[in-house]
């Protein structure tokens, strides 16, 4: 889902958007075009002052963005994702939402968020998009004894990964890093640039953390520091080598959401700071809510919302999900971060030139089950698209309204049984727990 609020000359080239299933269940919409990569115009400030005023080219900058509901599974260290991130493709930017990355249990939502699952995605994430920093390395394999100790197998694919002692999702973050990223500079604004070349220091001085006046730091609160099980990490030596580099993750309870770009264009971003906002039990819990990331591109600002909104197809389910964007949209604030005087650095989602809002809507079908099934025997996309809820409440104004929605040309994603293509209504004889596909 896009909004675009940028000026006229720089409007979005959006084509087609599609959803992909993978063995995971059921998961939400993916946006992302048929063919390529969302290919999105910047303006990019060359950084010369004439006359007090910035010149500027317009770029285009070939984005992918992604969504998955795994259902609670951990994934397999043999995963491969080149197809799902379409890797031949080489874009700019991946951005990656996942929901249910640990069950939503009792213990994950009250007690300790855990955040194995999400380094294991990390590595898995890496191995696609840096290929050639994992040739002929190979991975530590758990030996077959009583003992927790680990074994080098010296015989192994090149995309293999490393299997390291606990460490937090932070220190495990940094493994995928590029030496570029380690000097990422919180502010990149133009006026700021040219201070640092005259005065000749690699930081912006404008930046820096003072809590005091209301500013963050956003090295300062980066990933959790909860312990994991970290499966997986760049072998070592080999950062240099990254073509993409991790510049932020961050997860909420079963919400987590990953930021990729080409290691060459990381001097261009800017800004880069989150926003959570929990709307699950009783409103206030984080098994559902949103995970929104906002960041610059030159002189474009972006801003991703990766959510899981409420859950039910029971009638006026739908009014949930509406509030949970209604509250999402009202109560996300990113931190201030740029002192820059004057600066127009967006706190807002709506205030972005650029906002992809992604995950599992969770927005249903407004049909019976089996005119939902004799639809889709008949592959009549457009009959059950008159009948998606999310659809109806665009339509209507209620939710998302000025926003745009790629066309959908596919089947519904949710909800299959695991590691399969078969719908999990098909194997459930109990109307209570079948569920009616849905996007």
């Not at 409007?11 to 998961?27: A, C, R, V, W, Y």
Request: hydrophobic letters at 35%.
């Amino acid at each position: 889902m896009l909004y675009d609020d940028a000026d006229a000359d720089l409007q979005s080239f959006i084509h087609k958007f599609l959803s992909m299933k993978m063995n995971s269940g059921d998961e939400g919409k993916v946006l992302k075009n048929s063919h390529d990569p969302t290919e999105i115009q910047v303006a990019g400030g060359i950084g010369v002052l004439d006359s007090m005023a910035i010149s500027h080219e317009v770029q285009s900058l070939r984005v992918f963005t992604a969504t998955w509901n795994v259902g609670g599974k951990s994934p397999s260290s043999d995963l491969d994702l080149d197809n799902l991130l379409q890797v031949h493709n080489q874009s700019d930017l991946y951005i990656l939402g996942f929901q249910e990355i640990v069950p939503l249990n009792a213990g994950n939502v009250l007690v300790i968020e855990d955040n194995g699952s999400a380094a294991k995605w990390l590595s898995l994430i890496s191995q696609s998009l840096n290929k050639s920093a994992y040739i002929n390395y190979c991975p530590l394999k758990r030996t077959n004894t009583n003992t927790n100790s680990y074994s080098l197998e010296r015989k192994c694919s090149g995309s293999s990964s490393i299997f390291l002692q606990r460490t937090s999702l932070k220190s495990a973050s940094r493994s995928f890093r590029s030496e570029s990223r380690r000097r990422f500079k919180s502010c990149n604004c133009p006026i700021m640039e040219l201070e640092r070349k005259s005065y000749g220091r690699d930081s912006c001085f404008a930046c820096q953390k003072s809590k005091s006046n209301g500013f963050e730091d956003p090295s300062s609160s980066e990933e959790d520091d909860a312990v994991v099980d970290a499966r997986a990490a760049v072998p070592p030596g080999k950062n240099q080598h990254l073509k993409y580099s991790l510049i932020k993750s961050k997860q909420m309870v079963g919400i987590f959401v990953t930021i990729w770009v080409k290691k060459e264009l990381i001097p261009y971003i800017g800004h880069l700071r989150t926003s959570c906002i929990s709307r699950g039990i009783l409103g206030y819990l984080g098994n559902k809510g949103c995970i929104s990331v906002s960041m610059t591109f030159k002189q474009t600002s972006f801003c991703f919302v990766s959510s899981h909104l409420a859950s039910g197809e029971k009638e006026g389910d739908e009014r949930r999900r509406n509030l949970d964007v209604i509250e999402i949209l009202k109560s996300t604030q990113f931190p201030k971060i740029c002192r820059t005087q004057n600066a127009n650095v967006p706190e807002r989602i709506l205030d972005h030139d650029r906002v992809i809002w992604l995950g599992d809507l969770n927005y249903r079908i407004a049909l019976s089950y089996h005119e939902t099934k004799k639809l889709l025997e008949q592959n009549d996309w457009d009959a059950l698209l008159n009948k998606d809820q999310l659809k109806i409440e665009r339509e209507a104004g209620r939710v998302f309204e000025g926003w745009k929605e790629g066309k959908i040309f596919f089947p519904p994603t949710y909800k299959y049984s695991y590691n399969s293509d078969m719908y999990a209504g098909d194997t459930i004889t109990s109307k209570s727990k079948r569920r009616t596909p849905a996007w």
